[in-house]
């Protein structure tokens, strides 16, 4: 990255020895820098911190104004967990990351703070606390190459049972969990002037260069405060923002309740600009509302983050079907091979398709741009993978069902991360952003694989029922679903114990699991009758069977809360079920 980078001509106009020549140029740099094209706005940001040190001092102030439109910012910059009794679970918020696609390009993430731990979920930051000392007065870093800011983090733990100031309780989640600040609070005032911003947001920068590389931007401390602990930056989204990303209803400032940490069907993780799922309250009897016809046997499905946009892998033909959630209306993308499972990174910019022959030929991942509905790369895997994911620590996570392994690419430039060998023979994978860990259901083995994120190494496995086809944890990382194919049940995982509980009766062929994102209720697709089973999220009890198409094969939420989608594999359609309210 360098301003070699910018045309020619603004160049030019910038080593102008006219101060008007260069004043003029700024807005131009401004421009880019907060555009699609992420090396030509970092260059651009490169070009405004040396004009901000320009002898002239309207050249100077024109660049910080710059600087600062195109920054990363935090909305609010503090948030209070408040009073919380001794003993409380871990309690969650939520702060609205905003500035321009750079804002959220390798990102690393810092914290300071006994108990404390922050992640970036698309355009979202998560702050983590489990009470671990009285008093929490900590902080939350987010630095990268638009800058850096923090958010202040403070709570107190108490002997007692506290009355929060400002709580909200939100269908059955705990109300220490729910700590929100009412308001806005008062804005810092200014650290440094203008200079000595432009020093900072210089240093954020060199950072940014020096740190690039892949990873997870997840910080946590546990020894004591002021201990940290940064690792690598989260790769850049792709040029080209999704198409659904840029409408929808503005968010709310402030705190928001966290949904629960998302799985591979990601929640919302990447666009701020609708409404957090758990406004939606999952029902206990979902009902068929549609059916949409799609490509030839559809398979695998998946929802966009902004629920907008659904995606169906059609198993007999060489179509991506992309369905407008609004309009029903069905554009196909062609595919040099048969598409079979489909996921989407966390801000929604880029779809991968997993892809095989009958005859296991054609093996590998179609990497789609979800903006043009182009496909900009194909990646070679080993034979036959199955239904990917797209894990918290922005890799997928492709398993390889005639290998006997899970293969790594980062999200961000689709390069080879690694392989790890598990059981026979993996079919999908889910993860516990809370736990860490990431788990597949092994079909001939019986038995799903827990492979610890930190060290992709397989840690354990767990019996469950026979041949284990599909796995989801529920949003807030605490229990693992897995459906028992050959056995007509669903098994319950504690995903920090790793205890099994079940099996639960559900119907014929049980093919694939989801949870609602309030984490209420799951689902069960029951291939063998055509029924979705629905279940009570903590007790796995069957609370209504809802018949769906022929032979439906999978199943997605919407991060909304609001719809699910199932493909019928004889149907060659998909049934809309409204299963929030």
Do not use: C
């Not at 108990?115 to 702050?127: I, N």
């Not at 598409?339 to 997993?354: K, T, Y």
């Not at 944890?473 to 079940?502: C, F, M």
């Not at 007790?539 to 989608?565: K, L, N």
Request: charged share 20%; net charge neutral; aromatic share 4%.
């Amino acid at each position: 990255m360098s301003e070699n980078d910018l045309p020619p001509q603004l160049l030019t106009e910038i080593g102008s020895p006219a101060r008007e020549s260069r004043l003029t140029v700024v807005d131009e740099l401004a421009r880019f820098a907060a555009g699609d094209d992420l090396a030509m706005a970092a260059a651009a940001r490169q070009a405004l911190l040396r004009m901000a040190e320009d002898d002239s001092r309207s050249v100077s102030a024109a660049a910080v104004a710059g600087l600062e439109r195109t920054a990363v910012r935090l909305n609010p910059d503090r948030v209070d967990f408040g009073q919380v009794a001794p003993g409380a679970p871990q309690l969650v918020a939520d702060v609205l990351v905003s500035g321009p696609p750079l804002a959220v390009a390798n990102t690393t993430v810092t914290v300071s703070g006994q108990g404390l731990r922050a992640m970036m979920v698309g355009r979202r930051l998560r702050v983590v606390w489990e009470p671990q000392s009285d008093w929490l007065d900590g902080s939350v870093t987010v630095r990268g190459p638009a800058g850096w800011a923090d958010v202040r983090v403070t709570g107190q733990r108490t002997a007692t049972e506290p009355t929060p100031a400002t709580t909200r309780n939100l269908g059955d989640v705990p109300a220490s969990r729910m700590t929100m600040l009412s308001g806005t609070p008062e804005p810092r005032k200014r650290r440094h002037r203008h200079r000595n911003r432009a020093t900072a947001l210089a240093g954020g920068l060199t950072a940014f260069i020096l740190l690039g590389g892949a990873g997870v931007a997840w910080a946590m401390t546990s020894s004591g405060e002021g201990d940290q602990q940064t690792v690598a930056p989260q790769p850049a989204p792709s040029a080209g923002e999704h198409d659904h990303a840029t409408s929808g209803p503005a968010p709310e400032a402030g705190p928001q309740v966290a949904p629960p940490l998302a799985t591979a069907t990601p929640g919302p993780t990447g666009v701020n600009r609708v409404p957090l799922a758990r406004s939606v309250k999952s029902v206990a009897k979902p009902a068929a509302i549609a059916t949409i016809g799609v490509g030839t046997e559809p398979e695998g499905v998946a929802v966009s983050p902004d629920s907008r946009t659904v995606y169906v892998a059609n198993q007999h033909s060489h179509v991506l079907s992309v369905v407008n959630a609004a309009s029903r209306k069905v554009t196909a993308v062609q595919l040099r091979a048969t598409p079979r499972f489909v996921a989407l990174a966390g801000d929604g910019r880029l779809v991968f398709v997993s892809m095989y022959e009958d005859d296991k030929t054609g093996s590998g991942v179609a990497v789609v741009d979800a903006k043009s509905l182009k496909v900009v790369r194909y990646l070679t895997t080993g034979v036959q993978p199955y239904a990917l994911a797209v894990g918290p620590d922005n890799r997928v996570w492709v398993p390889i069902h005639s290998k006997q392994s899970v293969e790594l690419f980062a999200v961000g430039d689709q390069r080879p991360e690694g392989r790890i060998m598990v059981p026979p023979n993996p079919h999908a994978v889910a993860f516990s952003a809370d736990t860490m860990r990431a788990f597949t259901p092994n079909h001939e083995s019986n038995a799903v694989g827990v492979i610890d994120m930190r060290t992709d190494k397989v840690v354990k496995t767990v019996p469950v029922s026979k041949a284990p086809h599909s796995i989801a944890v529920s949003p807030d990382g605490k229990i693992v679903l897995v459906a028992g194919y050959d056995a007509n049940t669903a098994d319950i995982i504690d995903a920090r114990t790793l205890e099994r509980r079940g099996p639960f009766k559900v119907g014929n062929k049980p093919q694939s699991v989801a949870f609602a994102p309030d984490g209420a209720h799951a689902y069960v697709v029951n291939e063998g009758d055509g029924t979705v089973s629905v279940l009570d999220g903590k007790t796995g009890e069957v609370t209504a069977t809802v018949r769906v198409g022929g032979s439906p094969r999978a199943i997605a939420v919407s991060p909304d809360g609001a719809s699910a989608y199932v493909s019928n594999g004889k149907d060659n359609t998909i049934t809309v079920l409204r299963v929030g309210e």
